[in-house]
């Protein structure tokens, strides 16, 4: 936790993953890959579980999750245990780029907020297209550009918590990936922020005593950690939210089919 810390490390450890949309995006993601109680399921950057613990739970498929970090894992298989259904949800290390299963294998592939971060964008979507079995569907909610260029206190600001690694694209950019891997079909909604709606999505997502689970260990975790506290001073002296930021930033979700 010392070493070169990213906020996926401290996410991990207080064991909070998002992506815009919350869990409203969710549910429209699952849709438009017609997941149901049949289907087999890979979440690529699962993050602490709460996806692919919910696709396991509602719906009542069969969920494989995976994330490059280890923590992010052992949060995973802690919630899976929590919540009963270990015998529908699998973890395991891996990278989006590379990943660790034979051809035609997932009726569904989905990663949410993940893919911007992902250094070789084509390679990662060949994958998801290679694992997804053909007339399956492969689906992102991904931070999106909405008008472009955007101004670069914009820019800034969206980057910060990210340590400088995502790179977001324009709806046309994120289309353009899913055609290049074969994809067909595609559908594309796209949407604007409401910082109100994010916080409502969050706490909808893991709810009131979850939330005060997640309070504790960040508390925890800020008395234990000089570098989380770091973090959160730094954070604080990166200034307001620029006033034109839904103006620019959103999310979007597409979906293809194989």
Known sequence: MENKATIFDFQAEVGLTKQLGGLKATEEL?????????????????????????????HGCRV?????????IDRSKERANKESIEDRVEFRVADAQDLPFEDDLFDAVICESVLAMVPDKPKA?????????????VGLNESTWIKTPPPVEVVEWVG???????????????????QGAGLREIVVRTYEIDTRNEAREILRRYGCRGML???????????R??????????????GVTPENLDEYFGYGLYVGSK
Request: neutral net charge; glycine residues 12%; proline residues 3%.
């Open 64 to 72: 494989v999750g995976v994330d490059i970090r280890d923590r992010m």
């Open 225 to 238: 950690s000089p570098a989380y506290r770091r973090f959160v001073k730094e954070e604080r002296e990166e």
């Open 160 to 178: 910060q918590d990210l340590s400088g690694n995502a790179q977001f694209l324009s709806a046309d950019g994120w289309v353009g990936l899913l």
């Open 213 to 223: 689970g997640v309070l504790g260990r960040t508390l925890s975790l800020y008395a």
């Open 125 to 137: 979507m060949h994958e998801y297209v290679r694992v997804t079995k053909p007339g399956g569907f």
């Open 30 to 58: 699952i849709e438009l890959c017609h997941i149901d109680k049949d289907k087999y399921v890979l979440d690529v950057g699962c993050g602490v579980g709460v996806t692919p613990c919910y696709l396991a739970k509602r």
